[in-house]
């Protein structure tokens, strides 16, 4: 039996020049990139949308709360089974929530974003996780209210809705009184646990 040749390999790549796979990695990379970014920009923009909208619908007029709530549900892709969890820990779905709004024991003055504090997308870029931290101002019960709380929503892409994503979860944590300029927060029990 004869020895079998030894196949002939041409270079016709320049040795400096990048790998295929190194080319087709890149440009994975850099298209993930793009698209992660440009997620990014959507989530953002749908948190302060909804924190708008929010606080659009807390300061109407009782006769136009319960269009609004219901423009509020259809724009945001809010669903019979979302929940709302309050600060108490309890949980509140979209009639509830209305309920609360219409008591008219709450009435909303402000409610600002300070900070949009993390934006994480899951599952391929069809989920996503947003923790924003709010400063609002309001009166409970004939008792004025000034506090920051973080909220964290979770959402799902729906390329049909109007910002491209719709709520799924929301969690508000128990709000805190605003530290003014220059004082510092009393740290006493986080440092009991640290």
């Known amino acids: 039996m004869l020895p079998l040749a030894k196949p002939i390999r ?3 790549i320049p040795p400096d020049h ?3 796979d190194k080319l087709r990695n890149t440009f994975v990379t850099s298209a993930c990139t793009a698209s992660m970014a440009e997620a990014e920009q959507e989530l953002r923009e749908f948190v302060r949308s909804f ?3 929010r606080l659009d619908i807390s ?3 009782p006769t136009e709360v319960k269009t609004k709530f219901a423009d509020f549900c259809q ?11 309050r600060p108490s820990g309890n949980p509140a779905t979209p009639e509830t ?3 609360m709004i219409e008591s008219g024991e709450t009435e909303y003055t402000s409610q600002e974003i300070r900070s949009i504090d993390l934006v994480r997308t899951f599952c391929d870029g069809n989920g996503a996780v947003v923790t924003f931290t709010q400063h609002a101002k309001f009166i409970y019960k004939g008792k004025n209210i000034e506090d920051i709380a973080m909220i964290t929503v979770v959402l799902e892409k729906d390329e049909e809705s109007q910002h491209k994503w719709k709520l799924v979860h929301s969690h508000r944590s128990p709000g805190r009184r605003p530290v003014a300029v220059g004082q510092k927060r009393n740290r ?3 440092q009991q646990f640290v």
């Open 10 to 12: 041409y270079n016709l």
């Open 18 to 20: 990048p790998s295929p």
């Open 51 to 53: 924190n708008n909208a």
């Open 59 to 61: 300061t109407s007029p």
């Open 75 to 85: 724009e945001f892709g809010i669903q019979d089974d979302v929940f709302f969890i």
């Open 97 to 99: 929530l209305l309920a």
């Open 188 to 190: 006493t029990i986080r």
